[in-house]
């Protein structure tokens, strides 16, 4: 059974930075994929990055040149660096894993089987 924990978020200035990670307990690192979502209040969960087994990255383009999510296979860790955090980056962040690599690289909530329970991104103008 897989497992994800998120960790890191909290409340930031816009222009701030923040580092999200989520350890993965019971994935098997072979062929799978792992990515960051984000949920706003009122607003449906969106796919912000993605990361496959080879390291290839796919992002947002609301994020993209901000945020850059990479992995410590040794840790089983995801980890999501935030840059030049705005307003509109607030959201709970959720971690998302998936073994079935026909999806690709793929930011769709459908893409993912496995989630965390969420960590809390606020940023303030």
């Known amino acids: 059974q897989v497992q994800l924990v998120e960790s890191g978020g909290g409340s930031v200035q816009a222009g701030g930075s923040l580092t999200l990670s989520c350890a993965a307990f019971?994935?098997?690192?072979?062929?799978?994929?792992m990515g960051w979502f984000r949920q706003a209040p009122g607003k449906e969960r969106e796919g912000v990055a993605a990361?496959?087994?080879?390291?290839?990255?796919n992002y947002a383009d609301s994020v993209k040149g901000r945020f850059a999510i990479s992995q410590d296979n040794a840790k089983n860790t995801l980890y999501l660096q935030m840059n030049n955090l705005k307003p509109d980056d607030t959201a709970m962040y959720y971690c998302?894993?998936?073994?079935?690599?026909?999806?690709?690289?793929?930011?769709?909530?459908?893409?993912?089987?496995?989630w965390g329970q969420g960590t809390q991104v606020t940023v303030s103008s």
């Open positions: 998302a894993a998936d073994y079935r690599t026909f999806f690709g690289l793929s930011l769709a909530r459908y893409a993912y089987n496995f």
């Open positions: 019971g994935l098997t690192y072979g062929s799978y994929r």
């Open positions: 990361i496959d087994s080879d390291g290839s990255t």
